[in-house]
């Protein structure tokens, strides 16, 4: 069972560099999300897309674009990387953005900016 | 105060003791309660879900709320070195908000 794919699993990135965070999943669910987990802060949300199409800011969205042309696909850029994004993203979907539905994750995607 | 708080622990017990988690939360309209686990390089998986005060059991796991005291736990049974993980509470009103997590040893 694939259910949320993310790549790369890890990369160590120059900082003003540009990169992309693809996140693929096969559950037809409508609903994914981004997060970033930092040691001492969490889980915090970046951006979220409730359906194709739309999009909208999540707690911390600065530094980072977020498009969502089909359902599956639901891809997170750096535009210029800071060290400060030095973290691990995590990807979810879930049925729809009702508050009743639990997120499922990916594994994860571990960024370091030098 | 913080919207949801989560002692981050780390929290080690022997094997077969009984492992006792808990959140506390300030937003009274959180309805939803979950538990996630995550072990280490991996992302969190849906552990247990609830949703009215009480206890839901399943397995060695039972999940509590306490909406009047805004106060959740899990608790594992008969823990084994497998349940070593990072658990993390989660509560939704309109959105999703996490604890930090509590790190779980269980020591053979």
């Known amino acids: 069972t694939a259910g949320i794919t993310q790549a790369p699993t890890s990369q160590i990135l120059a900082a003003g560099r540009s990169m992309t965070l693809r996140c693929t999943q096969d559950?037809?669910?409508?609903?994914m999300y981004w997060y970033r987990q930092d040691l001492g802060l969490g889980l915090r949300l970046i951006h979220y897309?409730?359906?194709?199409?739309?999009?909208g800011k999540g707690e911390v969205p600065d530094g980072y674009s977020v498009s969502r042309a089909n359902t599956d696909d639901f891809p997170l850029t750096l535009a210029s990387a800071v060290p400060s994004q030095t973290s691990v993203y995590f990807c979810a979907s879930s049925v729809d953005g009702a508050s009743n539905q639990p997120q499922h994750f990916g594994d994860g995607t571990r960024l370091s900016i030098l | 105060q913080k919207e949801v708080e989560q002692d981050p622990g780390p929290l080690s017990v022997p094997e077969g003791a009984i492992v006792s988690l808990n959140c506390t939360y300030s937003?009274?309209?959180?309805?939803?309660f979950m538990w996630y686990r995550q072990y280490s390089r991996k992302g969190p998986e849906l552990l247990m879900y609830t949703y009215s005060s009480g206890n839901k059991e399943d397995g060695r796991f039972t999940a509590q709320v306490d909406k009047s005291s805004k106060y959740i736990s899990l608790f594992i049974r008969d823990s084994q070195p497998s349940d070593s993980a990072t658990y993390l509470c989660a509560m939704s009103d309109n959105r999703l908000a996490f604890g930090k997590g509590n790190q779980v040893v269980v020591i053979p």
């Open positions: 559950m037809r669910h409508n609903a």
């Open positions: 937003n009274s309209a959180f309805q939803y």
């Open positions: 897309s409730n359906t194709a199409g739309t999009t």
